[in-house]
């Protein structure tokens, strides 16, 4: 463990990234194991009511080819990937007042037919959606924190508010949700000692996910100039979350492997031990663009399903049967 301090020693110096790598990946293996969760993400909507800043999603980006992927659809996205191994599906949109509390429990149910767990990322809601969603079958939730510094938050999210976002992930973890949570790596006027403080927050809200990924400009948005995250220092934020928190689960993002060609593998030795691979069909992906380059969007289902299969098994781990509940709980 350390203090804010050394933290942001760390994060400052770069002579020993490699002593840090090898001790997250450590602690990695010591305390979740080699075994690799998959989680199947379902990009199922990319319209989006707010105006985040940095991304190509924002309500005002009017160069966005929206689309929604409704019920019957999702069920079949679903039952592809649950046929082909995934025990985890991740549902995600943009903050889509579209699919109304009633819509979304009637998918949550179906997809829990299935046997497998299910994760949403589908923004800030009620308590009372919360509920109705964990009701009706829903196991985690994703909602990033982006960036603790409230200043920065500020800037970032016109219209948002930190404390709305904070209540979510209060209101998340009492209705018994798995919670995770994450931050943005290389914002413009992101400082060295926020990112220690979002760290120290993963710890305090206890966190049971964490994901971490560099910012990418996006062209179609105000921050279309601003210069991209460093691969290293969202790789070096993410071996210190593994190193304060070392039981949770550490998604190897997909923002990594867009920055660097080989950055999941990278993450997966440094810390992470789980994917989430796209198993949105092909026509949308390139729709769902958060940010430029993202990998696999001329890819299917299937292709990154291989793909995924043949890097964890060349660096000698493999693909959990599980359902890969935190902590170990199977
Ligand atoms: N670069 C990197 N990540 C981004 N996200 C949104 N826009 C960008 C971007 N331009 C991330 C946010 C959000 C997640 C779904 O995608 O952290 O929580
Ligand atoms: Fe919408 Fe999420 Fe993009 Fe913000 S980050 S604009 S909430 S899709
Ligand atoms: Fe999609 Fe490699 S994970 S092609």
Not at 97 to 103: F, L
Not at 301 to 319: E, L, Q, T, Y
Request: hydrophobic share 35%; proline share 4%.
């Amino acid at each position: 463990m350390f203090t804010k301090k050394e933290i942001i020693e760390i994060l400052k110096d770069d002579t020993k990234n490699e002593w840090l790598f090898s001790l997250a990946d450590k602690t990695r293996k010591e305390n979740v194991g080699d075994g690799i969760h998959l989680r199947g993400l379902v990009e199922f909507s990319n319209i989006c009511k707010c105006n985040c800043k940095y991304c190509g999603l924002r309500k005002d980006n009017n160069n966005a080819d929206r689309y929604r992927i409704l019920k019957d659809e999702i069920i079949k996205i679903v039952k592809h990937a649950s046929d082909m191994g995934y025990k985890t599906i991740v549902l995600q949109s943009g903050e889509d007042g579209y699919y109304t509390t009633d819509k979304m429990v009637e998918i949550i149910k179906s997809i829990k037919e299935f046997d497998v767990a299910l994760t949403l990322s589908i923004g800030e809601r009620s308590y009372e959606d919360y509920k109705a969603f964990k009701d009706a079958g829903a196991d985690r939730y994703l909602i990033r924190i982006e960036t603790t510094d409230k200043n920065l938050y500020k800037q970032m999210h016109p219209n948002m508010d930190f404390d709305n976002r904070l209540r979510c992930l209060k209101d998340l973890k009492t209705l018994g949700y798995e919670v995770g949570t994450g931050c943005l790596v290389g914002l413009p006027n992101q400082t060295t000692e926020s990112l220690a403080d979002d760290i120290l927050f993963f710890r305090e809200i206890q966190a049971d996910m964490v994901g971490i990924g560099p910012f990418i400009p996006h062209p179609d948005t105000p921050l279309n100039n601003a210069d991209k995250g460093s691969f290293t220092l969202a790789l070096k934020v993410m071996a210190l979350t593994r190193i304060m928190l070392p039981d949770i689960n550490i998604p190897a993002t997909t923002a990594m492997e867009t920055l660097h060609p080989n950055g999941r593998i990278i993450a997966l030795k440094s810390g992470a031990n789980v994917v989430m691979p796209n198993i949105t069909t092909q026509q949308y992906r390139a729709k769902y663009e958060i940010y430029p380059d993202k990998i696999c969007v001329n890819d299917n289902p299937d292709k990154c399903r291989n793909c995924i299969g043949a890097k964890i098994k060349s660096i000698g781990r493999f693909v959990a049967e599980n359902y890969g509940f935190s902590h170990n709980k199977g």
